[in-house]
């Protein structure tokens, strides 16, 4: 079993929806997590970077972190189709160096 | 400013061959770190550099290293290289504060294509 679980889609919804995207893991360790975009054949790119339990907002981003689940979420408001892309998660322990990244969940947006 | 930078950004190698990719980290960033992404998976850590040492070195076999500058470039060098090679090389610099996990911000990749 892998240390982090993403289902891998594809995901297509309509220009405008809410967009729920998530991750699993088993590691107790993992601290620190983070969602990453990736448009294709780019390298990621940071989107959220949250610590511990809870919330974090960032215009029509938000992730929200369960730790007592193992659970996280990135939630996108009023989609657009240039969000169509590739969106990782990764985590890491406390003073760790090395993200673990899920495999990605490919969103398509519709206009 | 400039974000992480890599070179090349495309490469076709055949089996049994050398490859030496580079990157840039952002300015002010000390720590480098490699992945390597296969297509239709997310990206596996190579290894991480601090200062010119090594860090941190994740599942991969020898024929990978690694090395840093005195300007905090990097460079990651694969040796007798496989099919399985075959991918997009990652490169991410982060601050590295100090006492915490930082965050790691990524460059293009240099795609790797092993015949």
């Known amino acids: 079993q892998k240390e982090v679980e993403q289902d891998p889609g594809p995901l297509s919804v309509p220009e405008g929806a809410i967009v729920s995207l998530n991750c699993t893991y088993s590691n107790s360790a993992f601290q620190y997590f983070m969602w990453y975009r990736q448009y294709s054949r780019k390298g990621p790119e940071l989107l959220m970077y949250t610590y511990s339990s809870g919330n974090k907002e960032d215009g029509r981003f938000t992730a929200q972190v369960d730790k007592s689940s193992k659970y996280i979420s990135l939630f996108i408001r009023d989609s657009q189709p240039s969000d169509s892309a590739t969106y990782l998660c990764?985590?890491?322990?406390?003073?760790?160096?090395?993200?673990?990244f899920g495999k990605g969940t490919s969103l398509l947006v519709t206009p | 400013d400039a974000g992480v930078t890599q070179s090349p950004t495309h490469l076709i190698k055949t089996r049994g061959q050398h490859v030496t990719l580079r990157c840039s980290p952002i300015?002010?960033?000390?720590?480098v770190s490699w992945y390597q992404q296969v297509l239709g998976q997310g990206p596996q850590f190579i290894f991480q550099?601090?200062?010119?040492?090594?860090?941190g070195r994740g599942n991969f076999p020898d024929r990978f290293s690694a090395r840093q500058f005195p300007n905090y470039s990097s460079e990651l060098n694969v040796n007798a290289l496989l099919l399985g090679d075959s991918a997009l090389y990652l490169c991410a610099s982060s601050p590295d504060r100090g006492g915490y996990t930082d965050t790691q911000y990524f460059g293009p990749g240099t795609r790797l294509t092993v015949l």
């Open positions: 550099y601090y200062e010119k040492e090594e860090r």
């Open positions: 300015s002010g960033h000390k720590s």
């Open positions: 990764a985590m890491s322990a406390a003073g760790g160096y090395a993200l673990n």
